[in-house]
Structures are given as structure tokens and as C-alpha cells.
């Protein structure tokens, strides 16, 4: 049951609503959720921060959690959420445009106003399946196949968006709220809409298949919700299976962008601080962020280019970028805890440039879709300074100006939407800034979504490394090579644009001899996307070698987290002897999504097992810390003291003679080494072997000549020894 929470000092409603008239257990998704307790993932987190001190004995790091304190995210557990309408009270012109945007339609109770289907005893076919959408008792139903491939009944609960296109959610018992496959297209009848459709037309998608609307992958709580609603808490349950989902506000409100807003209202009753002491003025205003990166900012004109250049350099951390990615990135969550206005990759793992979603020059395939984040820092306009409010009003979601008049707004009409620009005069419809910058891409059926990153058409790089391209979108009947010799006869042959990784990116995933060298060059490149240089040094994981391992060692200084987490993993496959000091001091990164990165590096170090197994053994817990003292010991033999840890962890547990071999092995390596020939000396006298004891004694005296401690030992050893 997705329940509401308490609002405005109301508690939200916990009635359970009429179930439909037959319900399906829908399949059990798996999301990372700790379990009750200290899990073994606390452990790993106590260990890693034990291994932060090794790290700092050993090597000399030294960390002052102030000169991060910048960069950390707020916390927001002190702010509440407040609601859409409590935001509307002061700020009524935001909130009329946010009225009519898709945004506060992105989910919503089924009723008869916001249905937009046909529940008129319509149906619809697919592959056998006869689906039927009707009424019933006030109710929208669906009848269709459910978990075990047979017909059944289905009651739709909420919608899911409104154009180009409306889905539906039904909710199983167990609180999961799945995504039917048979949409409606709510287009005018003209553009071929008002009509049922399925998302996958052209697969056979049965009962059994990973696509099917009652498996994981259609699943609201942990595929949708977050990007839909407002406050979203998960509260699954693995122990029962269940979900108990929660939000703030059913649709995406003014909280899904600014954050919690109790702070805000505070400051806003009392136009005093609402910091807990009430001295001084709070130039936060109580928000958790504030979009002001617009601010007292101008573009002016330059005249030789006919291009604006931003008065003011744009700051690393895009504020209103990484708010907007959210949820118009290619993402997982890993924490619910987000805060707006900080990195992404503080609660998410961001796609970079990866191989099934993009091409190698970076454009968006057809297959997946990539949504808009990664493709915009990849642009020219991202670089530049351009930020998402630039082009977008971010209330209404609409373009500040309509059509490519947005593209004007920055660019000289009278040089680039001129005849000696476009060069197609004749056309009977020329195309324009959007047609060829911004090639479309069509998802879920009925859904064109255009490509952010603003590319110049290169259809030379088509005709050598198979890329799209949009000349060839238009002149399907012509060859890219004769798109190519046109665009050379009227810009010249040094067009590159500003993505040039596409030759390093096309060798890396051909397995070219020279990839890792271009992979390189793209590495380096400080005026290349962050993202594309992230991409770049995770391409190289499996080419790492001392000739670009000081790529990656400048990768993990860069001020892109994504570039960061690009470095560890370009680190992978590196020896766990060399990757410890390398990555050690980013388990103090300011960014979650780094900090987890790179300890599941060193999750596989013999320092962090070796850490684990002490914190195991003082919460009394000898079986499981003897597991990890041998493989800290086994990963790295040349540590005398984890074999010695290791050799008196066995000893303490009864495993004697166990013991007594791994220090004696231990020995080997480690001849002279104090610590394992004290351990012999004291196990060897405790099983009564004074023999042994008095030889291993004498070895140590040899390093320790002036021990008077152990001299009197060592006489005391041949006494029992010569006794008849």
C-alpha cells in the first residue's frame, strides 16, 4: 500500500483502498537494502576506516575534514517536507506555470479527470494476448495476462505521466505498484494518437520474459518512483519481501527540486534566521539550495563569431545540472539521502559514455534511453557555461523561446539561421539548429527526444567508424562519404566540432593496437568533457600499464567526481600491492559515490581484510575474523605481521598446530622478523617443546642481544632441556 506522509501537521490517510477484483504476487526485485543489525556491509565500512588509519601511518596521508567542508552536502534530516501548496502561498507565479507542466503530472490518482484513456470496453491485441480496459464500480480495469501468463483483472491505481503518452500502475498486495506495457498515445487522432499501443511492439513479450510488466524492470518502487513523486522513501523489507513505499507528495513538486522546505517557510513567517541560536541573517533563506548560478551573469555578443561568451567562468559544480539529473540521467541510487544542488554521484552511480547506450562518438543509440545528463556535458554549451534554466523555464519545463528561437537567444541569427550557413536554401523545408544539432531519437513508441549534446554533423566520421549522423538522417538515398564531400566543399576540411574522442572510443571497443594511446590523449585533454575523460580512463581498466598509470593518478586529483570514479576504475586490475596507496586517500573523498569506489577497490586489499578480522574479533565474533585474517595474510605474504595476526588468531581458536605452521612458513619469508619469533618461542613452550622454544629463542637473541629478559629465558630453556 503506498501510504502518504504526514503533511502540514496532518497525517496523511492509511485506509486501504479496494483491491482489484483479482490480484497477481508480482516477482520479488532485489534492491541493496541493509539488513537489521550490524551487517556485514557496517563491518566493511568500520574496516575501511581502520584502514584510513594504517593509510596514514603508513604513507603519510593526512586528512583535515574541514577542508572539505565546502564541498559536503547540507544535512537534511533537520528540513521536512512542506507541500507544493504551502510553496504557492508566496510564490503564485511559479506555481501557476508548474500547474500545467508535465512535472505535476508525472503521477497521479486514476480518476475520471486524470484518465486519459479509453476504459469505454476498448481492447487491444499482442501476440495472442486480448487485453480489454473498462469500468467497473467507479474503477479503471484492465483485464490481460499477469504473472502466470493467464487473463486476469487488474485495477489501475494511478497514472504515470500525460503526453506524448499515459501509463498506468497497478498495485499487488505486497505494496509493489507495477508498470502495465499497453500505454495510451495521447496525441491528437491527426498525428496518429488516442489509440492503445504497447511498448514493445515488436517483441513477443510473454508472462516468463525479463520484460514483462510484472517482473522487476516494470517495478514503480524501484524503478520509477523517484523520478515521479516527491520524498520518496522505499521502506522495503527484505526479511517479509514487501514494499511499504511512502512520499512526500504524490507528483514532482517544488521539493523535488529545491529540497525539503520547512527551513524556507520558517525564514519566510519570520524574516529572521531560523538557525537554531536565531542571531544574525541566514543568507540561505532556509533552503537546502539556491539556483542563483543565472545570477548577474551576461552573455554578451562577439561580433567576429556571432557567439556569446558567458561574463563570468562557470563554477565546477553545476548546481542546477546535477539537480536536473536526477532524473534526466542514466542512474542507480545507492542512497536516498539527496540533497539538490550537490553532485549526482553523491547518492547515484552515473553512466558515463558507456558502449550499449552510446556510439563512440558519444551520440545517444536508439536501443536505450540515455536521458539528457551525460549527453549536455558532453556539449560545447555545457563547457561554456550554459546551464539547464538557460534554455528551459524549469516551472513550466517549456523552452523559454519557442523552437530554435532558444538557439538564437545566444547565436547571431544573422550568421547562423542565414541561407550561407545553412546552405539549403532550396529545400522546401530547410532545416534547422535543432534538425542538424540536435538529432532526435524516439523511445517508448511515440516519444522523439533530442540529443543535449549540441554536435556538429560529421558524417567524415560515418563514413570511417559507422556513427550516425544527421545529413544522413535527412539524405537516407545518399552515401555518408558524399554527405561528408558536401559539408568539406562548404566549411572547409577542419570541422572537428568539440567531440573529438570518437577515433579513441571506436579503437577501444574494436580492440585496436593503438587504443590505449588515444584513450590517452583523450585522458589528458583538459579542454575534453569530464565525462568523456572519466570514459576514457575506465576504457584503459584493462590496458593499464606504467606508461599511463600516472593518468590515472591525475584522474583521482580531478575536481569531476565522475572523472574520479573514471580513475578507480581504470585501477581495477591493479595489483593489490600498488593499488593501496593509490586509492587509499579517497575513502576521505567529499563525494559518497567516490568513497564507495573506491573501498570496493580495496575490498579486495589485504589491509582491509586484515582490519575486518580485528573489528570482527572485538565484537567477539573469532570464526568470522579467522576467514579474513587468512585472506589478509594470503594477499599479502610479504606482511610478516598479518601472518603473525593471522598465526595467533589460529592459536587463540585451538588450532595449535595450524598455528604453528603458518608462523613457521611466515619464518621463511620473514627470517629474523621479531614478532613471529616470539610467537614460536611462546606456542612452542606452551605445547611443552622446550627443544624448539630455546632454538627460536637463540635466533631472537641473535637480533636482540642486549634483551636481559630474554637471556634469563633462554637460560632457564637449556636448564629443562639438559635435565636428564
Known amino acids: 500500500m503506498v501510504r502518504k506522509r504526514r503533511k502540514s501537521g496532518r497525517r496523511g490517510s492509511s485506509r486501504k483502498e479496494p483491491a482489484a477484483e483479482t490480484s497477481q504476487a508480482a516477482p520479488s526485485p532485489a534492491p541493496d537494502v541493509p539488513a537489521a543489525g550490524l551487517s556485514r556491509r557496517k563491518l566493511w565500512i568500520a574496516a575501511t576506516i581502520t584502514g584510513m588509519i594504517i593509510a596514514a601511518a603508513g604513507f603519510g596521508f593526512h586528512f583535515h575534514a574541514n577542508s572539505w567542508s565546502a564541498l559536503k552536502p547540507q544535512a537534511s534530516s533537520v528540513a521536512a517536507f512542506v507541500g507544493s501548496e504551502t510553496c504557492a502561498g508566496c510564490h503564485k507565479a511559479e506555481a501557476k506555470l508548474w500547474g500545467v507542466s508535465q512535472h505535476k503530472a508525472g ?22 494476448v486480448h487485453s480489454r480496459f473498462f469500468r467497473k464500480n467507479g474503477k479503471f480495469l484492465v483485464e490481460t495476462d499477469g504473472t502466470d501468463g493467464k487473463l486476469a483483472f487488474f485495477e489501475v491505481k494511478y497514472t504515470f505521466g500525460i503526453d506524448p503518452l499515459q501509463q498506468y500502475l497497478v498495485e499487488f498486495p505486497d505494496g509493489r505498484l507495477q508498470a502495465l506495457p499497453l500505454a495510451w498515445d495521447s496525441r491528437p487522432q491527426e498525428r496518429g494518437g488516442q489509440r492503445w499501443f504497447h511498448l514493445y511492439p515488436d517483441d513477443a513479450v510473454k508472462h516468463d520474459h525479463v520484460l514483462h510488466w510484472t517482473k522487476l524492470n516494470q517495478n514503480w518502487n524501484f524503478m520509477c518512483a523517484e523520478c515521479h513523486s516527491t520524498g520518496v522513501t522505499k521502506n522495503y523489507d527484505a526479511n517479509t519481501d514487501r514494499f511499504a513505499t511512502s512520499w512526500a507528495e504524490i507528483s514532482v513538486g517544488c521539493e523535488t527540486c529545491h529540497g525539503q522546505g520547512s527551513g524556507h517557510a520558517a525564514w519566510a513567517r519570520d524574516q529572521r534566521s531560523w538557525w537554531p541560536l536565531g542571531k544574525g541573517e541566514d543568507s540561505s533563506k532556509g533552503l537546502l539550495v539556491r539556483f542563483d548560478e543565472r545570477r548577474n551573469v551576461t552573455w554578451p555578443i562577439d561580433p567576429q563569431t556571432g557567439v556569446v561568451r558567458r561574463s563570468v567562468a562557470p563554477a565546477i559544480l553545476r548546481k542546477e545540472v546535477e539537480t536536473c539529473g536526477l532524473c534526466h540521467a542514466r542512474r542507480a541510487s545507492f542512497h536516498e539521502d539527496w540533497v539538490p544542488g550537490q553532485w549526482l554521484s553523491q547518492t547515484h552511480v552515473v553512466e558515463a559514455i558507456a558502449r550499449d547506450t552510446y556510439h563512440a562518438d558519444g551520440q545517444i543509440r536508439d536501443v536505450e534511453e540515455p536521458y539528457n545528463y551525460t549527453p549536455f556535458k558532453q556539449s560545447k554549451m555545457f563547457a561554456a557555461g550554459v546551464t539547464c534554466s538557460d534554455c528551459h523555464d524549469p516551472h513550466s519545463s517549456k523552452l523559454r523561446v519557442s523552437g530554435e528561437g532558444a538557439c538564437l537567444q545566444c547565436h547571431a541569427a544573422d550568421k547562423y539561421a542565414d541561407a550561407r550557413h545553412r546552405h539549403h536554401a532550396s529545400a522546401d523545408r530547410p532545416p534547422t539548429c535543432i534538425s542538424c544539432h540536435m538529432q532526435a531519437r524516439t523511445y517508448m513508441v511515440v516519444d522523439p527526444r533530442h540529443d543535449h549534446s549540441f554536435r556538429v554533423p560529421r558524417p567524415d566520421l560515418a563514413a570511417g567508424l559507422g556513427t550516425p549522423n544527421a545529413c544522413n538522417g535527412c539524405h537516407s538515398d545518399k552515401s555518408p562519404q558524399w554527405a561528408a564531400t558536401a559539408v568539406e566543399e562548404w566549411f572547409g576540411p577542419k570541422r572537428e566540432g568539440f567531440q573529438v574522442y570518437a577515433a579513441a572510443f571506436h579503437a577501444a571497443r574494436t580492440d585496436q593496437a593503438d587504443a590505449a594511446a588515444l584513450l590517452g590523449v583523450v585522458a589528458r585533454d583538459q579542454n575534453a568533457p569530464a565525462v568523456a575523460r572519466a570514459s576514457a580512463l575506465r576504457e584503459l581498466t584493462s ?6 598509470i600516472e593518468l590515472a593518478r591525475t584522474g583521482l586529483a580531478d575536481p569531476d567526481p565522475m572523472v574520479r570514479i573514471g580513475a578507480l576504475d581504470m585501477l581495477e586490475n591493479l595489483q593489490a600491492g600498488r593499488i593501496w596507496p593509490l586509492v587509499s586517500p579517497l575513502l576521505a573523498d567529499p563525494v ?12 579486495a586489499d589485504a589491509s582491509v581484510h586484515h582490519a575486518l578480522g ?14 579474513e585474517f587468512r585472506r589478509g595474510a594470503e594477499l599479502e605474504p610479504s606482511d610478516a605481521r598479518y601472518q603473525y595476526v593471522y598465526a595467533v588468531a589460529l592459536h587463540s581458536s585451538g ?7 603458518v608462523l613457521k612458513e611466515g619464518l621463511k619469508s620473514h627470517p ?4 613471529i619469533l616470539l610467537a614460536l618461542v611462546s606456542f612452542s613452550r606452551m605445547a611443552g617443546n622446550a627443544t624448539d622454544a630455546l632454538g627460536y629463542a637463540e635466533q631472537l637473541a641473535a637480533i636482540t642481544p642486549d634483551d636481559q629478559s630474554l637471556a634469563a629465558l633462554i637460560q632457564e630453556l637449556r636448564r629443562q632441556t639438559t635435565k636428564p
Open 672 to 675: 629474523g622478523n621479531r614478532e
Open 543 to 548: 590496458r593499464v600499464s606504467p606508461a599511463n
Open 614 to 627: 580485528l573489528t570482527l574479533t572485538r565484537l567477539k565474533r573469532s570464526d568470522e575474523a579467522l576467514i
Open 592 to 603: 559518497r559515490g567516490v568513497r564507495i569506489r573506491a573501498a570496493s577497490l580495496l575490498a
Open 107 to 128: 503521477m497521479q490518482h486514476a480518476t475520471d479527470k486524470t484518465v486519459l484513456g479509453n476504459f469505454n470496453d476498448s481492447s487491444f491485441d499482442y501476440y495472442g
Open 655 to 661: 588450532q595449535r598446530d595450524e598455528a604453528m605452521t
